[in-house]
């Protein structure tokens, strides 16, 4: 018998047609029961702008950022609102897209200060010293009402940076220390850097640090350790004179070239400094997974594709078309000579992405999303939670949606508190009826399925990442 699943082909230009409206509303129907000690917000940004004045964006990193919040507690709640960047206020304005985007151009069309697309701030959100922020792929962090997620100014850390500062969408919060880390990389065609930073609990800028690079890589996201932090240089350059001078997008300014190679920036955590630079297998890395030191190695997690994934973001009637093949890979460095001892892939070829960890446990088992299409040739999106790992007997536990629906957003990993135990919350959604769910699983036990499935009035965008806040963090 043909399953719907074996002649199903995501509606993904519907999906991403919607016009997606703000939200605040109560979750009325649900569907088991929320696990009792499960009490916080789980927030995911997602881009949910795709169409304005009759223009069409083409790229899944174009779409102005909505932030979503999903409150368990006594009720249960669920609120989505815009990021109000200052380039959504001027295009509600003008009724039309202005400023050109990471996979759209239009004539006319405008760059920040003219040297830079403005930011969406539809990548990530996260908390640091009191306070919930969203980002984009570049620019300041937006600051957000917790509660109501009304944009309320953007995060400068006391004037440590600005709107052109390179400031990357991962950047990593450290509850043991209370500090806040990140990179940026300036694009120019003679000197690209790598810039790093590190901020104090109190927002103060401790360390500003600047790396010369060989060539402008394009790099989203680093793993930190306790002493340590690594970056991922996959040979994805930006021709930036192509972007401020020819009229390109920026995924039409970016080149592939697996000749150059790639390597680990390890940098010291404490002042920036660069260690080492070793070369590693030739892949592209979107996403770390984490790094951990024991003894006199550095293991650094990460998602090793062939070649790089924004290129398969587009067209978005046919996302992931041709996703490159990619799995979950372990090195492990000698810190005293900084020689790669080995590489360790994890068998889970389904086109992993948006891993997750166990804040609980920082040396186990990854969670991610992953696709059941890959390797075919057709527009796909993930229809799989997976939950692999590095130890002696790997395996993989593995939710997979009803027929017809997929998984959207990084899931977050919340300890249950017993010290051993954990639960998963994610989102799925039905792509032809736009029917979406809050749904929560037993973070060892997917393959049992939800414990709870959330149902949701109205239909929330497909998202990227996310942060989960127990109910006693105090933010504002």
């Not at 998602?303 to 490159?324: A, F, G, H, M, T």
């Not at 088992?365 to 527009?379: F, I, N, Q, R, T």
């Not at 639960?423 to 393959?447: G, K």
Request: hydrophobic content about 35%; overall charge negative.
């Amino acid at each position: 018998m043909v399953t719907r699943e074996a002649l199903h082909t995501p509606a993904l230009g519907r999906v991403f047609e919607t016009p997606y409206a703000e939200i605040s509303a109560e979750v009325a129907e649900l569907e088991g029961e929320v696990p009792r000690g499960l009490r916080g917000t789980y927030y995911v940004n997602a881009p949910a702008c795709f169409a304005r004045g009759g223009q069409h964006y083409r790229h899944w990193l174009d779409g102005d950022g909505m932030v979503c919040a999903l409150t368990l507690g006594s009720t249960i709640h669920v609120t989505s609102r815009y990021v109000r960047t200052h380039k959504r206020v001027i295009e509600e304005q003008t009724g039309a897209f202005v400023f050109r985007t990471f996979g759209t151009a239009f004539p006319g069309d405008r760059l920040q200060r003219g040297i830079a697309t403005a930011s969406p701030t539809n990548v990530s959100v996260y908390a640091f010293a009191g306070r919930l922020l969203a980002s984009g792929e570049q620019g300041l962090p937006h600051i957000l009402d917790p509660a109501t997620l009304e944009t309320t100014g953007v995060e400068t850390f006391n004037d440590a940076i600005n709107e052109i500062t390179p400031f990357s969408a991962h950047a990593k919060s450290d509850s043991r220390t209370g500090e806040l880390v990140n990179f940026g990389i300036s694009y120019s065609s003679r000197a690209p850097r790598l810039h790093y930073f590190r901020f104090e609990s109190n927002r103060s800028l401790a360390v500003r640090a600047i790396a010369p690079l060989d060539a402008p890589y394009s790099v989203h996201d680093f793993a930190l350790s306790d002493r340590y932090a690594v970056i991922h240089l996959g040979p994805y350059f930006l021709d930036v004179e192509r972007l401020l001078h020819a009229g390109t997008t920026t995924i039409d300014a970016l080149e592939w070239m697996p000749e150059m190679g790639s390597r680990l920036m390890v940098l010291s955590r404490d002042d920036g400094r660069v260690l080492a630079k070793p070369q590693v297998r030739c892949g592209y890395a979107l996403h770390a997974i984490r790094a951990f030191e024991q003894d006199d190695r550095l293991f650094v997690d990460l998602i090793e594709y062939e070649s790089p994934l924004y290129p398969s973001y587009q067209p978005l009637s046919r996302l992931y078309d041709n996703v490159p093949a990619g799995l979950p890979v372990r090195y492990v460095l000698d810190t005293r000579t900084w020689e790669v001892e080995g590489r360790y892939p994890v068998p889970y070829h389904s086109a992993p992405d948006f891993p997750a960890t166990n804040p609980a446990d920082v040396k186990g088992d990854v969670w991610l999303l992953g696709m059941s299409a890959a390797g075919e040739h057709k527009p796909k999106f993930f229809d799989r939670l997976a939950r692999v790992g590095w130890d002696d007997a790997p395996g993989v536990d593995e939710y997979e949606p009803p027929d017809g629906r997929y998984l959207s957003g990084e899931p977050a990993v919340v300890p249950d508190g017993s010290g051993e135990g954990a639960w998963v919350v994610c989102r799925e959604f039905d792509d032809e009826t736009l029917a979406s769910w809050f749904i929560i699983l037993d973070a060892y036990n997917l393959s049992q399925g939800p414990k709870a499935r959330l149902s949701l009035e109205q239909p929330l965008p497909p998202g990227f990442h996310s942060c989960f806040l127990p109910t006693t963090d105090n933010l504002r």
